[in-house]
């Protein structure tokens, strides 16, 4: 049986269609903060602080906000360690994992060819 995109249980998704959840998903991963963040993870967890100087230019605000979607979205697991101060890591879970994938294809193809693109 295949439903519109709207229900909550369908068959059949379609990213162009309006209430399609698609969407808010391509919109979370098409974030620039939200690839880089996840290609950082690709090698392992990484401390807040660390992920911050990797992702040159990002604000806190930003950075704790975009893993944030991408924790809700089961993409990043976050792990606090009972220390003082408090250890949080963040990693990529199994979902977080496969998409990396892609958009590592993506940061590479860009890094080819942003100089042949006006």
Known sequence: MVTLC???QHDHHDVYAA???CREVLDLLANKWSALAIGAMEEGPRRFGVLQRRLEGVSPKVL??????LEEKG????????AVPLHVEYALTDLGRSVSRPLAQLRLWVEEHVDEIA
Do not use: N
């Not at 704790?64 to 979607?69: D, G, P, S, V």
């Not at 993409?75 to 009972?82: I, L």
């Open 6 to 8: 709207g229900s909550e």
């Open 19 to 21: 209430q399609c959840p």
């Open 64 to 69: 704790t906000a975009t893993l944030r979607r």
């Open 75 to 82: 993409f990043v697991e976050r792990t606090v360690y009972p």
